[in-house]
């Protein structure tokens, strides 16, 4: 569950839905993330092993770094990941890593989390896959994982970034929202008794409209803990209170971030209510584009996911490198 969710919902507009109503059987079965991307890595970068999706690492495409966040997990893509390859299944790369503390990522100081510590883990696990890349590469975050792409394409430690795209993140309305999150973290569910009971509660709740998504998703945001009954009871994978006093530090001056990094820059949200003064402004004057996808909530890359893999892919088209041929000194072209 990510922390700003529940801002979204206080608008209190029905949304359409986006898929059948019948309750099938089965329906929040868990589903397995090699129906979604080729293959999984554990990179061993600093003191952590990182969790890797990946798909179409042999291509020779342009390269899409899909970063979570708070409380999600890469599989938050794996629908968006599936659409983009079924586009260009020769040509695409898709990468999508857990963050530490998140999903199957393990290791030391897991709890230092950290804007400069989360931009370190994210430039590492992409030097280590990518090395002297020559390649595009476009860097998409949501939320959270929205300033940590975003300072990451700042800082030009990564090559060839072609692109920078954010997703429902805006500074002005975190920063408002900061306060009032403790109480809504107290108010989710502390536990479930099955990864099915927590993959229907985020859909009634309207945390994720997708049932397919919230079915791949949802499992690695828990994990199953032993009661003194001897029970079993699945909690949440991430602790988000311990992090408050990172809240501040992941937000702050990302407006300003965005708008500077050397780079073509795409803003994805569900309604340009989000927007805050300085973005507005930068909007105006053409600094990034911006799509909007009213229909979704704030996990917009499960709610629309093809809408957003489409998004993502005419962007880097329209952005993408141009191959103009070096002309030799001995060439006889005109």
């Known amino acids: 569950m990510d922390l700003r969710q529940h801002i979204f919902k206080a608008r209190n507009i029905p949304l359409p839905p986006l898929e059948s109503a019948a309750d099938d059987a089965g329906k929040f079965t868990p589903l397995e993330w090699s129906s979604y991307f080729d293959s999984r890595q554990a990179l061993v ?3 952590t092993t990182f969790n890797v999706y990946c798909s179409g690492l042999s291509n020779t495409g342009p390269i899409f770094v899909l970063h979570h966040g708070a409380g ?7 629908l968006v990941a599936r659409h983009i390859l079924s586009n260009n299944t020769s040509g695409f790369t898709v990468v999508a890593p ?6 199957n990522t393990a290791g030391a100081n897991q709890e230092d989390l950290s804007l400069e510590r989360l931009v370190d883990d994210f430039v590492g696990v992409i030097q280590s896959m990518f090395p002297n890349n020559t390649r595009d590469m476009v860097l998409v975050g949501h939320s959270m994982g929205g300033a940590v792409v975003a300072h990451a394409a700042a800082s030009k430690r990564l090559g060839n970034v072609t692109g920078l795209i954010l997703i429902d993140i805006v500074e002005g309305s975190a920063m408002d929202s900061l306060s009032s999150i403790p109480t809504f973290i107290h108010a989710r569910p502390k536990s479930f008794t099955s990864a099915e009971s927590a993959i229907k509660w985020h859909i009634e709740s309207g945390a994720i409209q997708s049932t397919e998504s919230a079915r791949l998703s949802v499992p690695t945001l828990i994990v ?10 699945w909690t949440w994978r ?4 311990p992090t408050e006093k ?9 407006s300003k971030t965005f708008i500077s990094a050397p780079t073509a820059k ?8 989000r927007l805050d003064k300085e973005l ?8 990034f584009q911006l799509e909007l996808l009213p229909a979704a909530g704030h996990t917009i890359q499960e709610d629309l996911p093809n809408r957003v893999g489409d998004a993502l892919v005419s962007f880097w088209r329209r952005n993408q490198r141009a191959n103009i041929p070096v002309r030799r000194p001995d060439s006889h072209l005109p």
């Not at 991430?238 to 209170?241: I, K, R």
């Open 45 to 47: 970068v600093g003191d």
């Open 72 to 78: 999600h997990s890469g599989l938050t893509f794996g």
């Open 98 to 103: 857990d963050a530490r503390d998140h999903g």
């Open 224 to 233: 199953p803990t032993t009661r003194e009954d001897g029970s079993i009871a």
């Open 238 to 241: 991430t602790q988000l209170l």
């Open 246 to 254: 990172y809240w501040h530090g992941w937000y702050s001056g990302l």
């Open 266 to 273: 795409l803003l994805v949200l569900a309604g340009t209510d």
């Open 280 to 287: 507005l402004i930068a909007q105006m004057q053409g600094k």
